[in-house]
């Protein structure tokens, strides 16, 4: 399966943004979704997983949900800030292997 | 705290091998499930490869089966990635992940990252 994300999104500070990511086949259900953040230059962190789980350290303004209804899960970032520009995937994984999605590259401007 | 520190890249001629190694700290090392990832030049990220905490099972993306071998030395703490059979595509920055969970239920959940070890695949 695939998991289908935007190119790109862009919003204002203090704003909230939601990307969303779509799995292709089978239900966004059957297996956990994650979410992680990469600032340019650095590497990955993740800021959700299990659908919604938070590790140690990252801010509340971050959220992740699932819909079923349209088979997708979605990252949502209150209080913008500009620090919270950074390149965002979604990762779920089947059969025991790994699947990203193809990057969000969120402007905050 | 959880650290994961990758070494063992550099430039390799097509057709050749190389090992990459990630060295744990702050954790129980024989009681997680580790990933390695990959990320192209510009590219997104490619998940590569899972080996269980006992190293008895593993799972590999089709892109690198066959040649790509990955594997765990409990005793010394050690994560490893043998790369036989370079390609150019290949070519990528290559991290290794620890999932959030101890012991083993066939997932990919990614909650801890090293900071990479990159690999260049050229003539």
């Known amino acids: 399966f695939m998991l289908t994300q935007p190119h790109s999104v862009s919003e204002s500070p203090g704003k909230t943004v939601t990307i969303s990511c779509t799995r292709s086949s089978g239900s966004i259900t059957r297996n956990y979704v994650q979410w992680c953040q990469q600032r340019p230059g650095s590497s990955p962190t993740t800021i959700i997983y299990e659908d919604r789980q938070r590790p140690s350290g990252v801010p509340d303004r971050f959220s992740g949900s699932i819909d079923s209804s349209s088979n997708s899960a979605s990252l949502t970032i209150s209080g913008l800030k500009t620090e919270d520009e950074a390149d965002y995937y979604c990762q779920s994984y089947d059969n025991g292997r790994g699947v990203f999605g193809g990057g969000t590259k969120l402007t905050v401007l | 705290q959880v650290q994961l520190v990758e070494s063992g890249g550099g430039v390799v001629q097509p057709g050749r091998s190389l090992r990459l190694s990630c060295t744990p700290s702050g954790f129980t090392f024989s009681s997680f499930a580790l990933h390695w990832v990959r990320q192209a030049p510009g590219k997104g990220l490619e998940w590569v490869a899972v080996?269980?905490?006992?190293?008895?099972?593993?799972y590999y993306a089709d892109s690198v089966k066959g040649r790509f071998t990955i594997s765990r030395d409990n005793s010394n703490n050690t994560l490893h990635l043998q790369m036989n059979s370079l390609r150019i595509e290949d070519t990528a920055v290559y991290y290794c992940a620890r999932d959030p969970s101890s012991g083993w239920a066939g997932r990919v959940i990614l909650a801890f990252w090293g900071q990479g070890t990159p690999v260049t695949v050229s003539s």
């Open positions: 080996i269980s905490y006992d190293g008895t099972k593993n």
